[in-house]
């Protein structure tokens, strides 16, 4: 399928993970990429790195793609950022905000730099991204689309993650209350809600064989996801063929919101 020939798609954190997978199939499809990426001073060189080994395979499948370095947190950044893809390609078509961070920590514990942090990134860093977005797509008409990265945890609880969680239920009504303020001007927001995916913000049980034993018990279809099927569902939602979708969330995770501990009927009798 080649349902996005021509199009301009901007993905942020676009160089590792689920923004790398996710650049990568709208590069399949044939869109131009730009990708945002972003590190602290000591993972700058790496993960420039993986940006520009995913630029040259979009570049390798024919399609037009740029690097932008900048912070999502950051007003100054995002516009600059937005300047840059626009400058460039007089053009945006869709956004996917995927940049995300996490801190573990007991609430009681949690250092307020810390909780600032993550609700910068995940959610102010996406309000601002959305709010350019959305600006280029009333100025230039004809609708477009912005897609949200929120989580299983945007509605399950989890501790010692209190900020994470905060951010993504945040994310889920931000986006179901832009969905329908821009509804009437062909503007489409929508929210993929991934589960357990194998990625390096997952490294800590991933490369482990017990710790991720452990942590696909307790995933219903029995295994952690792969960054390209949450991919795969950035790229329905953005298609042609999600037109009348707009302020859902779409969950990716292997059945993890399905109460998998209601497995076995053992709240009642048997
Ligand atoms: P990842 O750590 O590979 O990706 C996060 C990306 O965001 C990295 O490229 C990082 O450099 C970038 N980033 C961090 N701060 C940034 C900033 N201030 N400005 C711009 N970019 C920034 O991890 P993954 O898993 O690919 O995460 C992608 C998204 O998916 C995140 O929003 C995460 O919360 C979400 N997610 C991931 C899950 C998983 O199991 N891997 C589960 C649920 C949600």
């Given at each position: 399928m080649r349902r996005f020939e021509g199009k301009n798609v901007l993905v942020t954190?676009?160089?590792?993970?689920i923004g790398r997978a996710t650049a990568i199939r709208f590069a399949d499809e044939g869109a131009n990429v730009a990708i945002n990426y972003y590190a602290s001073e000591t993972e700058a060189e790496i993960t420039l790195e993986e940006a520009r080994k995913t630029c040259s395979i979009i570049r390798g499948k024919g399609c037009g793609e740029m690097l932008v370095q900048g912070d999502v947190a950051h007003e100054e950044d995002v516009k600059r950022i937005f300047r840059e893809v626009l400058g460039a390609w007089?053009?945006?078509d869709i956004l996917v905000n995927n940049a995300g961070v996490q801190i573990a920590s007991p609430a009681h514990e949690t250092d307020m730099d810390a909780y600032d942090r993550v609700l910068a990134v995940n959610l102010r860093g996406a309000f601002l991204c959305a709010r350019e977005a959305v600006r280029h797509f009333l100025d230039r008409g004809g609708g477009g689309v912005v897609l949200n990265t929120t989580s299983v945890h945007e509605t399950i609880p989890k501790p010692y993650y209190a900020p994470y969680v905060a951010s993504k239920a945040g994310l889920a009504a931000l986006s179901r209350t832009l969905a329908l303020e821009y509804a009437g001007q062909g503007i489409r927001v929508n929210t993929v809600a991934p589960g357990a995916i194998a990625t390096p913000m997952n490294r800590e049980w991933m490369d482990d064989p017990a710790r991720r034993a452990e942590v696909e018990k307790h995933i219903p279809v029995g295994r952690a996801g792969l960054p390209e099927e949450v991919a795969a569902v950035f790229a329905f939602l953005a298609?042609?063929?999600?037109?009348?979708?707009?302020g859902q969330t779409l969950y990716v995770d292997g059945g993890l919101t399905l109460y998998p501990d209601f497995r076995v009927p053992w709240s009642s009798g048997s």
């Amino acid at each position: 399928m080649r349902r996005f020939e021509g199009k301009n798609v901007l993905v942020t954190g676009g160089s590792t993970g689920i923004g790398r997978a996710t650049a990568i199939r709208f590069a399949d499809e044939g869109a131009n990429v730009a990708i945002n990426y972003y590190a602290s001073e000591t993972e700058a060189e790496i993960t420039l790195e993986e940006a520009r080994k995913t630029c040259s395979i979009i570049r390798g499948k024919g399609c037009g793609e740029m690097l932008v370095q900048g912070d999502v947190a950051h007003e100054e950044d995002v516009k600059r950022i937005f300047r840059e893809v626009l400058g460039a390609w007089g053009r945006l078509d869709i956004l996917v905000n995927n940049a995300g961070v996490q801190i573990a920590s007991p609430a009681h514990e949690t250092d307020m730099d810390a909780y600032d942090r993550v609700l910068a990134v995940n959610l102010r860093g996406a309000f601002l991204c959305a709010r350019e977005a959305v600006r280029h797509f009333l100025d230039r008409g004809g609708g477009g689309v912005v897609l949200n990265t929120t989580s299983v945890h945007e509605t399950i609880p989890k501790p010692y993650y209190a900020p994470y969680v905060a951010s993504k239920a945040g994310l889920a009504a931000l986006s179901r209350t832009l969905a329908l303020e821009y509804a009437g001007q062909g503007i489409r927001v929508n929210t993929v809600a991934p589960g357990a995916i194998a990625t390096p913000m997952n490294r800590e049980w991933m490369d482990d064989p017990a710790r991720r034993a452990e942590v696909e018990k307790h995933i219903p279809v029995g295994r952690a996801g792969l960054p390209e099927e949450v991919a795969a569902v950035f790229a329905f939602l953005a298609s042609d063929e999600a037109a009348y979708i707009t302020g859902q969330t779409l969950y990716v995770d292997g059945g993890l919101t399905l109460y998998p501990d209601f497995r076995v009927p053992w709240s009642s009798g048997s």
